[in-house]
């Protein structure tokens, strides 16, 4: 099947830090450098929503509320991507996906089974 595999998440208090990763599945692996990637996240209730992307030439683009705060990078080696966040609040609460964009900056593949990330004292 073609779905990345997230891993990572778990409880965190505001503030603190984690780093959540997705790797390619191997039907992937060859195409995996050239492709955009971006991770996305859905807290309970909401639409699913953008946080972050990196091009293939390593250009990150972040929402406004993770800007400063969350670092996306990625291993073309490791076919592996990584979302650093950093001074987390509750509001950052969510199941993190990630995915690989289109031309128009949409969604790749199906949806992974994503990491649940919780933040909260």
């Known amino acids: 099947q073609l779905l990345l595999v997230e891993s990572g998440g778990g409880l965190v208090q505001p503030g603190g830090s984690l780093r959540i990763s997705c790797v390619a599945p191997?039907?992937?692996?060859?195409?995996?450098?050239?492709?955009?990637m971006a991770w996305y996240r859905q807290a309970p209730g909401k639409e699913r929503e953008l946080v972050a992307s990196i091009t293939s030439g390593t250009t990150s683009n972040y929402a406004d509320s993770v800007k400063g705060r969350f670092t996306i990078s990625r291993n073309n080696s490791r076919k592996t991507v990584y979302l650093q966040m950093n001074s987390l609040k509750p509001e950052d609460t969510a199941v993190y996906y990630c995915?690989?964009?289109?031309?128009?900056?949409?969604?790749?593949?199906?949806w992974g089974q994503g990491t649940q990330v919780t933040v909260s004292s």
């Open positions: 191997r039907a992937i692996f060859s195409v995996f450098s050239p492709l955009d």
């Open positions: 995915n690989a964009l289109t031309s128009a900056n949409q969604p790749k593949y199906r």
